[in-house]
């Protein structure tokens, strides 16, 4: 099987969607102004975008309670058929506004990204991409967060045709019930991309390091660095899958109840209510 079984599986185009793009890089990022546009180029689909007015990386999934929130149209670097905010709240913020404020009718997609950077293993816990997409999930629509697997690699093209073919795929072989997948594609041409996997989340450890460093007033301040343990990553895993080439795609859920716990902790007299 070559190559590119991938990306000729399918050529029966996607029905006309309504979709909601959010991210947490903001606005003016490279990688969801790409999006929309690989999207209003196929033609057919609603697309909005809400976006953070600004970086919200690693905000997680704040949302902003005790100041209002403001929007302001954006038209200068998006198609014309796109419907495009900007949002001074988190990317939670964004996709609660687009869905109950700004939205007519709820979206066939929610899209987050597509990111500059992995969200990879258990990263995902503090991504502002991930939570954005979760959002969606949380309403009862399907969504997808979507990340470039780089800080540095500026061509979010062959993420957006991954996009694409990722909705073709999904809309001939609807999911059965709404979802999270979490995508994340290596920063390669679509040509040398090796193929799409399911992966699970690896546990990322990081050498965690709080440089502290003082002001011009002299006053001390922290700047969290530190680098992930690559070495411990699982063989299987969505890290492992990217190293090698491959678009990671890994479905996540906001339950996070430690099911296989239950046992152990039974031992200590807790009966497990209403099971």
């Known amino acids: 099987m070559g190559p590119d079984w991938w990306m000729s599986e399918y050529r029966c185009g996607v029905a006309?969607?309504?979709?909601?793009?959010?991210?947490?890089?903001?606005?003016?990022?490279a990688g969801v102004r790409c999006l929309a546009a690989a999207l209003a180029q196929v033609g057919g689909h609603q697309i909005t975008v809400v976006c953070p007015d600004?970086?919200?990386s690693a905000t997680g999934h704040a949302l902003t309670l005790h100041k209002p929130l403001r929007v302001d149209p954006v038209r200068e670097g998006f198609p014309p058929e796109v419907q495009a905010w900007a949002c001074s709240g988190t990317p939670s913020d964004c996709v609660k506004?687009?869905?109950?404020?700004?939205?007519?009718?709820?979206?066939?997609?929610?899209?987050?990204?597509?990111?500059?950077?992995?969200?990879?293993?258990?990263?995902v816990l503090y991504s502002g991409t991930v939570s954005a997409a979760m959002e969606g999930l949380l309403e009862g629509i399907p969504s997808l967060a979507v990340s470039l697997a780089s800080f540095t690699h500026q061509d979010f093209q062959p993420a957006a045709q991954v996009v694409l073919m990722l909705l073709e795929k999904l809309s001939l072989k609807p999911l059965e019930k709404p979802?999270?997948?979490?995508?994340?594609?290596?920063?390669?041409?679509?040509?040398?991309?090796?193929?799409?996997?399911?992966?699970?989340?690896?546990?990322?450890?990081?050498?965690?390091?709080y440089e502290k460093r003082v002001d011009p007033r002299g006053k001390a301040y922290?700047?969290?660095?530190?680098?992930?343990?690559?070495?411990?990553?699982?063989?299987?895993?969505?890290?492992?899958?990217?190293?090698?080439?491959?678009?990671?795609?890994?479905?996540l859920q906001p339950d996070l109840t430690a099911y296989a716990a239950f046992e152990s902790l039974q031992r200590w007299g807790l009966s497990a209510f209403g099971f």
């Not at 006309?16 to 990022?29: E, F, K, P, R, V």
């Not at 687009?98 to 987050?112: E, N, T």
């Open 97 to 123: 506004l687009g869905l109950d404020g700004l939205l007519q009718q709820p979206p066939d997609w929610v899209i987050a990204g597509i990111n500059q950077g992995a969200n990879l293993g258990t990263d």
């Open 179 to 209: 979802m999270l997948l979490n995508v994340n594609v290596p920063p390669l041409g679509l040509a040398e991309i090796r193929g799409m996997v399911l992966a699970r989340l690896a546990w990322r450890k990081y050498t965690d390091l």
């Open 222 to 251: 922290y700047w969290l660095a530190g680098e992930v343990v690559e070495e411990e990553v699982d063989p299987c895993s969505d890290v492992r899958a990217v190293a090698e080439g491959y678009v990671s795609i890994t479905p």
């Open 16 to 29: 006309a969607m309504n979709i909601l793009i959010s991210n947490d890089d903001g606005i003016q990022a």
């Open 54 to 56: 600004r970086e919200r």
